[in-house]
């Protein structure tokens, strides 16, 4: 009789009010156990606090937690249930998540939340806040411990979008996602400004604009599919390294169709996305925050079967030059892969930063030091390759050996200087020229002459910023044999709490 009841009330608990389920699908959204199914191996799932509810309220108080795997590795997870008192988040659902939060951290494994809440449980007052505020103290301590992935499939206003902004990856889903602090009612209120749900914090505004949506996907099966790709290649804490796949022969690897991607010609755009699938196995990649800040790549995939973080400036896209934007994408992205002990790989190719008021007073300077700042501080093995051209302040910070680089390769198209030949010329013959009465010639032969003498394929290698020029054609070669080479670096910790970086 016990065990009856127990079933019947688990199969209860688990099914569901109909209605409500009902209304859930009618938006196009799953139930939050059907998520779970979608994202962790079929039968891994083991509940926790499935019976946990606030005072007279319903079991489980709108959020499944527990733990599963994904492709046999242990993850810990938690999803929010709208149809259970909307996901509203009271004391009992915060110390659910904070439970498995913490089990998270002990058992050194990824964890993952799954956001569909209407935000604060009003009716519990303080103790929401509270409850909010312990969740994000853990995100904080499992900063830099394990991977943490924030995945928003409904709303998540107020309060709880800090959340998702304090993990490392961020996915959203097209239509149904929606993210913001206060939403649209209140700010008419405050403001007369109209906007809608999706115009304010949906899915392709956060994915184009503000940066927090690392992924964009069209519909919660995809979001989910590249949920579980992205954790097959992370470690599942700071102090393992990432799972490997089977090696390629990548140290033999000749890839000719590199010299046929990348133009000689400095100013001529190409999409730098060809030359990393030439470079990675299997051309497969995953790109990060492809929709925003386009002028620069960033992208985890696996190189001999290894997982590396790739850094790539993208040539179609403001000729890639980097700006506010790019330098903050990149320097979260280096920092996340040194935190994980992710090796770095960096393809330059990049004609400065952009230039003009608006990138000056967005702070250019400010976010181009979290760039900076990012590369010094990184104790993994970090590979730099030269493509085409290299100038200024943006050659330093794209990973030279100036800042801490392990091994720096250049193509024999790579043009290293403080600045492009036409510009350098302007600047230190400006009276010559002015004095000519050909300027133009006179401007071709001291371009010829500045090339020559400062901008030659070899002068960095010369000098040795630059470790060797290579054959386009074995550049994933030299990569390959570059990172075995660098597989057991080790960098003794700093004698200090910790740095201040630019915010």
């Not at 050909?438 to 400062?454: F, I, N, Q, S, T």
Request: hydrophobic fraction near 45%; charged fraction near 25%.
């Amino acid at each position: 009789m016990l065990r009856e009841r127990r079933e019947r009330r688990r199969t209860e608990i688990v099914a569901g009010r109909e209605e409500a389920v009902e209304r859930q699908r009618a938006k196009g959204k799953r139930t939050a156990r059907e998520r779970l199914d979608l994202l962790l191996d079929d039968g891994s799932f083991l509940e926790l606090d499935l019976f946990r509810r606030q005072a007279d309220g319903p079991a489980t108080d709108g959020v499944v937690t527990g733990s599963g795997t994904v492709d046999g590795r242990r993850v810990f997870v938690y999803a929010q249930d709208f149809t259970i008192l909307g996901g509203s988040l009271g004391a009992a659902h915060a110390a659910k998540i904070h439970k498995v939060m913490d089990l998270a951290v002990a058992n050194g494994a990824p964890l993952i939340g799954l956001n569909d809440s209407g935000g604060a449980r009003i009716q519990e007052g303080v103790m929401a806040l509270d409850g909010y505020g312990g969740i994000f103290r853990r995100n904080v301590a499992a900063s830099g411990v394990v991977p943490q992935i924030s995945v928003v499939l409904g709303p998540c206003a107020g309060g709880a979008a800090y959340s998702p902004a304090l993990t490392d990856f961020t996915f959203m889903v097209r239509g149904s996602a929606q993210m913001y602090l206060t939403g649209p009612d209140v700010i008419e209120a405050v403001s007369g400004e109209r906007v809608t749900h999706a115009e304010l914090g949906g899915a392709q505004v956060h994915g184009t604009r503000t940066g927090v949506a690392a992924f964009v996907r069209d519909d919660e099966e995809t979001c989910l599919a590249d949920v579980r790709y992205l954790v097959s290649l992370l470690p599942s804490n700071y102090l393992e390294s990432a799972p490997s796949a089977p090696a390629r022969g990548a140290d033999g690897d000749l890839r000719p169709r590199l010299t046929e991607l990348v133009p000689v010609e400095s100013h001529r755009p190409y999409d730098v996305l060809d030359v990393v699938a030439e470079l990675v196995d299997d051309a497969d990649f995953l790109e990060v925050h492809e929709d925003w800040a386009r002028n620069v790549v960033c992208a985890l995939a696996r190189v001999d079967g290894e997982t590396v973080g790739i850094v790539a400036n993208q040539p179609i896209v403001l000729a890639g030059v980097l700006d506010a934007d790019a330098a903050q994408k990149a320097a979260r992205f280096v920092r996340f892969c040194d935190a994980f002990g992710i090796p770095l790989v960096t393809l330059v190719d990049v004609p400065g930063f952009l230039p003009g008021t608006e990138q000056e007073y967005a702070g250019v300077i400010r976010h181009g030091a979290k760039l900076l700042y990012a590369y010094c501080e990184a104790t993994v093995p970090r590979v730099q390759v030269i493509l085409r051209k290299a100038y200024g302040g943006a050659y330093i910070v794209m990973d030279s050996r100036s800042i801490g680089a392990d091994l720096s390769l250049a193509w024999p198209t790579n043009e290293i200087a403080v600045m492009g030949a036409e510009a350098a010329v302007n600047v230190v013959h400006r009276r010559d020229l002015a004095a000519s009465d050909d300027p133009a010639a006179l401007r071709g032969e001291l371009v010829e002459r500045y090339r020559e003498r400062l901008m030659h394929p070899y002068y960095a290698a010369e000098r040795g910023l630059v470790d060797d020029v290579i054959d386009p054609a074995r550049t994933r070669i030299e990569v390959a044999r570059a990172l075995a080479m660098l597989r057991n670096k080790a960098v003794a910790p700093r004698g200090r709490k910790h740095g201040n970086g630019p915010q």
